[in-house]
């Protein structure tokens, strides 16, 4: 399945160094891919970096994704492409959850793709 191919990497810190010592190992591999979605927009800056220090052009060979949509977001070169999190949203629930003395349970909150820069189809097959 596709998803079987997706180089999936865990980093120790939620900053832009390790996010962009992950993307070196991603985008120096034999199959380096054409976007990389990350769990923060700390890590996405790194990305950022790592391609730039590559001579990749983003997003015309690379697609960078963050997560959280910080004010930063809006001014990196190119500006970030990410999704929002309400976060006063998930804090009134969690208070809602504490205080109620109840047992978590699975809840959906609404997220937004943030669409900017540095997103945009790929220019080749990830394979070639």
């Known amino acids: 399945s596709p ?20 993307a070196r190992r991603l985008l120096t591999s034999p199959a380096p891919p054409t976007a990389i979605l990350t769990d923060s927009d ?10 730039r ?15 959280d949509d910080v004010p930063a977001a809006a001014h990196t070169t190119p500006a970030l492409t990410t999704v929002q999190q309400l976060f006063l949203a998930k804090g009134r629930h969690a208070a809602r959850l504490l205080t109620a003395g109840e047992t ?16 945009a ?4 097959h990830p394979l070639e």
Not at 42 to 51: T, Y
Not at 121 to 124: G, I, M
């Open 3 to 22: 998803a079987d191919t997706l180089g999936i990497f865990q980093v120790a810190a939620n900053t832009p160094e390790a996010g962009a010592r992950a």
């Open 42 to 51: 700390q890590l996405a800056f790194g990305v950022l970096q790592a391609a």
């Open 53 to 67: 220090e590559l001579d990749l052009e983003v997003p015309r060979q690379l697609s960078v994704v963050g997560a």
């Open 104 to 119: 978590a349970a699975i809840t959906m909150l609404p997220i937004r793709l943030i669409e900017r820069a540095s997103t």
């Open 121 to 124: 189809p790929p220019d080749r």
